[in-house]
């Protein structure tokens, strides 16, 4: 949770900018701010709208307003995509996750998928030989769904975390 203090979320509308009208590509979030971050994958500033394509934060932190409502801080390095309004593919890195009243988010991350019921949580994806995703709930409950299983999702609550790994 130390992450947020970094930043402030606003929740005002996204402003436009080149990369919208330059792009076919959809975009489906705006960078609000950043600290000492590189990107592998692009040279976005503040107000940048971000494709829907796979990013790559190779350094430093990203705050990101999803069209969707919610707010993201990520750290790098981290690859990650923004599909839709709603929905971020973690592959790799940290993210905070803080969901406003009106918003909706599914973060897809290695080996399972939380949906936001309104809260904050935290999410470390590595890869290597060994995957591994650690997930945090800060505030308020999320649901966790286990990919690749049948199983029913469970509720996690503040307080509460897992873990998955693969390989």
Do not use: C
Request: proline residues 4%; without cysteine; charged residues 20%.
């Amino acid at each position: 949770a130390s992450i947020a203090a970094f930043f402030y979320f606003s929740r005002e509308a996204p402003e436009e900018n080149s990369l919208r009208g330059a792009s076919t590509v959809p975009a489906f979030a705006t960078l609000l701010n950043s600290s000492e971050a590189s990107w592998e994958s692009g040279n976005f500033r503040m107000a940048s709208r971000l494709p829907a394509s796979v990013l790559r934060l190779t350094g430093g932190f990203a705050a990101i307003r999803m069209d969707g409502g919610a707010s993201l801080v990520l750290q790098g390095p981290a690859v990650f995509g923004i599909s839709d309004e709603h929905t971020l593919d973690l592959r790799e890195g940290k993210v905070l996750v803080r969901l406003w009243e009106d918003g909706d988010i599914k973060v897809h991350a290695p080996g399972v998928t939380l949906r936001d019921l309104g809260t904050e949580f935290g999410i470390l994806a590595t890869t290597g030989q060994q995957t591994e995703t650690r997930f945090d709930v800060f505030e308020g409950t999320v649901e966790v769904f286990s990919r690749g299983k049948k199983v029913q999702p469970i509720t996690m609550k503040a307080g509460e975390g897992g873990h998955t790994v693969q390989g």
